[in-house]
């Protein structure tokens, strides 16, 4: 399979069901930030975190994934019949569950922090600011255009890429910066 076809030097794409849009086409933009998305989980991931915060990105990038096929399925026709783009309510509940787990570990927040620490938690910081992009742009495409646990996803991944900034951060003996 050749890297390269040629065929969006015109500034097109195809979706998954064929059809030919524009690179900027609004469900281009919205897996074109979750792709980005993760790939900014993959640079805190080579960051140097603890291993279990890596084992929840790599996840997360597995799901991010999907959830951008998805994006590029308007016609839902790989949903039913492809099991490893399945982003469901336990996926969601997975998120919380993760949410919970390391926001037990953290003192209580009683103020806005500022983005940053060290590398991995500046990253994590980062990522979720991404997310926060791809979840405006999937929300653009209409609530009849997306399913809604794709909403739901982007929206828990961005409250555990926080969670997981801080506790980064928290581990590395890295005080948080007040606002």
């Not at 926001?103 to 938690?121: K, M, Q, T, V």
Request: hydrophobic residues 50%.
């Amino acid at each position: 399979m050749k890297i390269y076809t040629k065929t969006g030097d015109a500034g097109e794409t195809s979706l998954f069901d064929g059809t030919r849009v524009a690179k900027t086409d609004p469900r281009v933009v919205a897996y074109g930030d979750v792709d980005e998305l993760q790939a900014a989980i993959g640079v805190a991931v080579a960051a140097g975190l603890d291993d279990d915060l890596r084992a929840m990105l790599v996840a997360m990038q597995r799901d991010l994934f999907a959830l951008g096929a998805r994006l590029a399925d308007p016609s839902h026709k790989i949903a039913p019949r492809v099991t490893k783009i399945v982003v469901d309510e336990t996926s969601v509940a997975r998120l919380e569950g993760w949410i919970d787990t390391l926001d037990a570990e953290l003192p209580p927040l009683r103020h806005f922090i500022l983005s940053g620490g060290g590398p991995g938690g500046a990253a994590l910081h980062l990522a979720r600011t991404i997310c926060r992009r791809a979840e405006r742009a999937a929300l653009a495409l209409g609530a009849s255009a997306v399913e809604p646990v794709i909403l739901v996803y982007l929206n828990r991944v961005s409250d555990l890429l926080f969670v997981m900034a801080r506790a980064a951060n928290h581990r590395a003996g890295i005080a948080e910066t007040e606002w």
